[in-house]
T-cell receptor, first 115, second 115 residues
């Protein structure tokens, strides 16, 4: 199906384990983003990528690693999960224009619980 | 200072009432986009509208309308004859031409529409 998908949709893990959240988009958008959404904090940017092999930190990057070997995929890895990383994670993609970011389209989200 | 302020944390209305969600933004750029997203209880983020800074025309889409006023740096969202299905969290967002990689979200307004 066309669009942006995330997997898994739900994940329970334990403190200290490595977890990878997957994001896949079919629009060939240049930009991809990872956000976390927590009560009281709204959406906060973790990492973004302007193109394949180009990534950069957002507002809250500590404890996360990203890669983008292909335009359509943008996995997010928690190297050693902590309870504070319990959150809902959203992936988004967009195509920039001269006036700024085009609309960001969001995936359905991944609910992660770290025990 | 916050780039996007949604001062109304939560609003409750009775079905068929009109309701306006406020959004005030801050930017020094002359070229920027403003957005509204809806997040229903199911959790996904749904794009509603994008407005560029050069287009101050108000927009109407069915029961939804948006009032963009550069003079007051506001981009307010009105739902006419609200329905229970409008119950959701609504986010206002900003992207700037000169800050290409960022997408600023407000903290969201939770709308409760009671039957």
């Amino acid at each position: 199906d066309a669009g942006i998908t995330q997997s898994p949709r739900y994940k329970i893990t334990e403190t200290g384990r490595q977890v990878t959240l997957m994001c896949h988009q079919t629009w060939s958008h240049s930009y991809m983003f990872w956000y976390r959404q927590d009560l009281g904090h709204g959406l906060r940017l973790i990492y973004y990528s302007a193109a394949a092999d180009i990534t950069d930190k957002g507002e809250v990057p500590d404890g996360y690693v990203v890669s983008r070997s292909k335009t359509e995929n943008f996995p997010l890895t928690l190297e050693s999960a902590t309870r504070s990383q319990t959150s809902v994670y959203f992936c988004a993609s967009s195509e920039p224009t001269g006036g700024g970011q085009e609309t960001q389209y969001f995936g359905p989200g991944t609910r992660l619980l770290v025990l | 200072a916050q780039k996007v302020t949604q001062a109304q944390t939560e609003i409750s209305v009775v079905e068929k009432e009109d309701v306006t969600l406020d959004c005030v933004y801050e930017t020094r750029d002359t070229t920027y986009y403003l957005f509204w997203y809806k997040q229903p209880p199911s959790g996904e983020l749904v794009f509603l509208i994008r407005r560029n800074s050069f287009d101050e025309q108000n927009e109407i889409s069915g029961r939804y309308s948006w009032n963009f006023q550069k003079s007051t740096s506001s981009f307010n969202f009105t739902i006419t004859a609200s329905q229970v299905v409008d119950s959701a969290v609504y986010f206002c967002a900003l992207s700037e031409a000169n800050n290409f990689n960022k997408f600023y979200f407000g903290s969201g307004t939770k709308l409760n529409v009671k039957p």
